[in-house]
């Protein structure tokens, strides 16, 4: 029998694995007392896998250890138990059996551990980063609020009545700082307008009106319109969605006159 090629048909891997047949097992050990080579062939493949096992060896959490031990001594066994008593064994086989076995004990406990620590810091900093969104909208309401009051009490600021005209029930404020032409609005009452209608509010300079932006009704909101530098008075109309023409003097809801 040619025995190189004995060695590379598998049955090494075979035989250490415990997959050979008995009469492959038979064969291979009588083989192994006429080669020296196939017992070192053997030897050496024992010797990976320790070394393949032990690399892979995770070690497991702190106190794992100790409870397994725990539970072990707290559980009695019955009188009536039939104690079988094992033969001591000094096979490299076996050492590797034992070994394996706790090394893929050892690596489903840290993979099934990795797994829920990952998850876990997986779901916190998703809640971290809700938190900070929430966190950061909040900080830009409070720094709009903290600006919008800053202008209203400004004494440059001039504050313009809006009130309904032909028994419209419009209501609002026009916040108007002449020096920075910034132009606030806020809205007290607008009912809620169609879909495709808007309201639009419109800065009176000589007798022409400037437009100061469309916006929606139904809520009491403040608003931050377009800037003017000027203003004789302001008037708010009913307007088309999207409206880019002049206003529709039909549909004046409010006007309210600048006092400068």
């Known amino acids: 029998m040619n025995i190189e090629e004995y060695i590379a048909s598998g049955i090494i891997e075979a ?7 008995p009469e ?16 070192e062939a053997r030897n050496n493949f024992e010797l990976s896998l320790e070394e393949q096992a032990r690399k892979n060896v995770m070690q497991p959490p702190p106190g794992v250890k100790d409870k397994i031990w725990n539970t072990i001594q707290q559980t009695t066994v019955p009188n009536t138990s039939k104690i079988i008593q094992m033969e001591p064994t000094t096979s490299r086989s076996a050492r590797l059996s034992w070994v394996a076995a706790a090394a893929i004990i050892l690596f489903l406990i840290g ?19 809700s938190s900070q969104d929430a966190q950061a909208q909040l900080d830009q309401r409070l720094r709009k609020m903290e600006d919008e009051q800053q202008i209203m009490n400004d004494p440059h600021t001039t504050v313009v009545n809006m009130v309904g005209l032909k028994g419209s029930p ?18 007290k009452n607008m009912p809620k307008l169609p879909s495709d209608k808007q309201y639009q509010l419109w800065a009176l300079i000589n ?36 409206n880019t023409g002049g206003p529709n003097l039909q549909e004046l809801q409010s006007m309210g006159k600048a006092k400068l």
């Open 170 to 187: 419009l209501s609002a404020n026009i916040y108007w700082d002449s020096t920075s032409a910034n132009v606030y609005m806020i809205v």
């Open 15 to 21: 035989y250490v694995l415990g997959l050979a047949s």
């Open 24 to 39: 492959e097992r038979v064969e291979f050990e009588q083989m192994c007392a006429q080669y020296p080579e196939l017992v």
């Open 207 to 242: 007798n022409k009106p400037v437009d100061l932006g469309l916006f929606d009704g139904g809520e009491k909101v403040i608003l931050k319109m377009n800037n003017t530098q000027k203003a004789d008075a302001f008037a708010i109309t009913i307007e088309n969605r999207g």
């Open 111 to 129: 993979g099934f551990l990795a797994l829920k620590f990952y998850n876990e810091n997986k779901n916190l900093k998703a809640e971290l980063k």
